[in-house]
């Protein structure tokens, strides 16, 4: 257990709506990062927090946006979906925002499913 | 746009066996690191590197970061079952983000 919880495990949905997941870093951390895993593009970084604050951004299309608020909860938001999102998104915490030696911890992922 | 490519993309191998396993890119990294992913689950940190030529070792896991800083390489002595699972470096281009690599899923059969 790596600290890191997201919800909801699994979550199905059609084309076109709006989807929200969650994710709470481990006790300490300021920095929260997410990912989306899809079988044919890997691990993809889409957007990055620090304390609040929007710190890197990736391959996150307008379509989806992200937050983190005072108590450091940060939830991604995916809208007008396709049948392309449908994928593995994971959240990953750390302590730190930059530097070399980032530990990332990641949570157990949400499995996205939009028919 | 910087990619890690890793092979090979899948190994099958016998327990006892060694294996090597590769993450190579164009580009410059600050330090590269190495998770193992089991299914459902998220990628658990390994090591990290960040000197050109460093060698880490973990049990019976080697790490190397090449001289360069622009590839690096897993050899697993011995392999065993429970080494099984997708194997991803990821590449540090600057402070904030890491970059993932295409992954290798590795299979030890007992």
């Known amino acids: 257990d790596s600290g890191v919880t997201q919800t909801p495990k699994h979550l199905i949905t059609a084309t076109g709506q709006r989807v929200t997941l969650r994710c709470s870093p481990r006790?300490?951390?300021?920095?929260v990062y997410w990912y989306q895993q899809s079988l044919d593009q890997g691990l993809q970084f889409l957007i990055q927090y620090y304390n609040g604050e929007e710190r890197a951004k990736g391959n996150i299309l307008e379509r989806f946006s992200a937050q983190q608020f005072p108590d450091l909860h940060s939830e991604l938001n995916l809208s007008s979906l396709e049948l392309g999102d449908s994928a593995l998104y994971f959240c990953?915490?750390?302590?730190?925002?930059?530097?070399?030696?980032?530990?990332?911890?990641f949570g157990p992922g949400t499995r996205l499913t939009v028919l | 746009t910087q990619l890690l490519e890793q092979s090979p993309q899948f190994l099958s191998i016998q327990e006892g066996e060694n294996l090597t396993v590769y993450c190579n890119s164009s580009s410059v990294f600050s330090s590269l690191q190495w998770y193992r992913q089991e299914p459902g689950e998220g990628p658990v940190l390994l090591v990290t590197v960040v000197t050109g030529g460093e060698v880490k070792k973990l049990k019976r896991l080697t790490f190397q970061f090449g001289d360069a800083r622009k590839d690096s390489s897993l050899h697993i002595t011995a392999a065993q079952p429970g080494d099984t699972g997708l194997y991803l470096c990821a590449g540090a281009p600057g402070t904030y983000k890491y970059i993932f690599g295409t992954g290798t899923r590795l299979k030890v059969l007992a």
């Open positions: 006790s300490g951390d300021l920095s």
């Open positions: 990953a915490s750390s302590v730190t925002s930059g530097g070399a030696r980032i530990e990332q911890f």
